[in-house]
């Protein structure tokens, strides 16, 4: 058996070391981009093992997998701030919101609202909640285009189950990453004229993070960098 302890700590070393070099390249501070690891598709003990070697921050992107693996990682001692990054349905957000600290892709304001009734009678702080942005207009990879960013982040903002956090977006797979990351950083300079205090972008993942950090990413997502390839559809 391999040891996934001294695997999994090798690629954290590594990606730590991209994401420290595109801090420093963009002139930013070494720390400035916080890593979030994608645990998707991998057992909780993964997330054991990298909460162990120092990650706080993991996502998830379907609820069905989520629940059960941070009820076990909860069993074996491990918490972290669990990341909810993926397209949700409005009937799921009860259970998101039971074990999730932030969800990443509120997209509309139904499931603004869903997410806030949720919040406000199962949590006493307020959930941390993400505009999910579609940096093209194309709703097949979720997120809000157009007027309805200002919409959703109007009715976080307005919530107080809810804290608005800032903004989150996935790079088109056929955009230029940097062109796509710059629209990002403008629509959170926007949202931060308005809501000072909503300065996360979640932008970058294994193959596109030091363009996000050149953008302005506080917030990094990584999964096959740090865990290992999937299955290409996930
Ligand atoms: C899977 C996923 C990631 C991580 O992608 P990698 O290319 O494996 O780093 C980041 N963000 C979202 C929304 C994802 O679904």
Redesign the pocket.
Known sequence: MTDRRAELSAALQQVRGRIARACAAAGRPEDAAHLVA?T?TYPASDVVLLAGLGVTDV?E?RDQEAAPKAASAAAAGATPRWHF??QLQRNKARSVVSYADVVESVDSVRLALALARAASSLRDDPLEALVQVSIDGDPARGGAAGDDIWRVSDSIASSTSLRLGGVMA?APTDWDPDRAFEQLKSISDRLIASHPDSKMISAG???DLEAAIRHGATHV?????LLGM?NPL?
């Open positions: 994608v998707k996502g992107n990054i993926g996935v993942m294994s193959g997502r990584i999964g096959s960098s999937r996930r």
